[in-house]
């Protein structure tokens, strides 16, 4: 996508919180409350080849925006586009969230990677920051409990886009002992192994510090019945790393980036399964 479609996709839009009751009916709604049986059908697939990819925002949901313009919804739906290039051309079967410049519920990205029987979802995302200083790549995995403040407020914010409030009332809440489940389960730990896999060649090919895996309770991870991780590509409050953003060929070394992880995870689910792989 060229700077001046990107630039096109600008739009205004606000996201409000809704009460913890709404996210506690979508988490049930979602099939959340038995990732033990979720587990158990998944150990039952075969070999590695579906991937869901998830482009944050969309419509009237901008995301950040940097100082030249520069809409979060726009670039990462962008790389989402390059990325499922890249795979299916390594023979996965690759479903977009969104494949054009519009919201998507939680519900419905939540219901696609699952319908999909997905083997991985990756949520797309770029950051942003009250200073135009912190710049680099971050990865996340689900937690119920944020690695740092900053992890605890981005998921705040990106759970807010998606009209979600954040789960820090669940700690008093009876589905706590059932997400607390998730913390321990395949998912959770196969969802760790690929987050160190993205940040190690993202940071590879990328120009700055990584700024680590880290954990942080993202609903949308929550929601899906596989091992998932959400990508933060760069920050788009930091001048040097909006500029690049914009450019083409940057785009495309993170989706290629991207897909080495991917790959090489999908290399290891089949041997962990003792499956040969068809690609």
């Known amino acids: 996508m060229a700077r001046g479609s990107l630039a096109a996709l600008a739009g205004v839009g606000a996201s409000a919180r809704v009460c913890a ?3 506690l009916a979508a988490l049930v709604t979602l099939g959340v ?5 979720a587990a158990a059908e998944g150990a039952a697939r075969d070999h590695f080849d579906v991937v869901v990819i998830d482009a944050g925002h969309g419509g009237p949901d901008r995301g950040a925006v940097g100082s030249r313009g520069l809409a979060e919804k726009a670039v990462v739906l962008d790389v989402a586009r390059l990325l499922k290039a890249e795979l299916t051309a390594r023979g996965l079967t690759v479903v977009l969230t969104r494949d054009s410049d519009t919201f998507v519920p939680l519900e419905t990205r939540s219901a696609l990677a699952n319908d999909a029987r997905a083997d991985l979802f990756v949520s797309i995302h ?4 009250s200073s135009s200083k912190p710049r680099g790549i971050e990865t996340f ?7 740092d403040e900053s992890s605890r407020e981005l998921a705040r914010r990106e759970n807010e886009a998606l009209q979600m409030a954040s789960p820090a009332w669940a700690a008093r ?35 700055v510090a990584s700024r680590g895996v880290k954990q942080a309770p993202f609903v949308v991870l929550m929601g899906v019945q596989m091992p998932s991780s959400l990508v933060e ?18 785009r495309a070394e993170i989706a ?24």
Do not use: C, H
């Not at 409350?33 to 049986?37: G, I, T």
């Not at 995995?141 to 690695?147: G, H, V």
């Open 126 to 129: 770029a950051n942003a920051s």
């Open 33 to 37: 409350s038995n990732p033990s049986l």
């Open 173 to 207: 809440d009876p589905l706590l002992a059932l997400l607390g489940d998730m913390a321990t389960n395949d998912y959770m730990r196969e969802s760790d192994v690929f987050a160190k896999l993205v940040e190690k060649e993202l940071a590879a090919a990328d120009r």
């Open 21 to 23: 009751g709404a996210l």
């Open 141 to 147: 995995f689900l937690s119920l409990e944020a690695s």
């Open 256 to 279: 290629q980036a991207l897909s080495r992880a991917i790959l090489a995870f999908g290399k290891r689910y089949d041997a962990r399964r003792g499956v040969t792989a068809s690609r």
């Open 233 to 250: 590509i760069g920050f788009l409050s930091n001048p040097a790393e909006e500029k690049s953003l914009w450019k083409a060929t940057r």
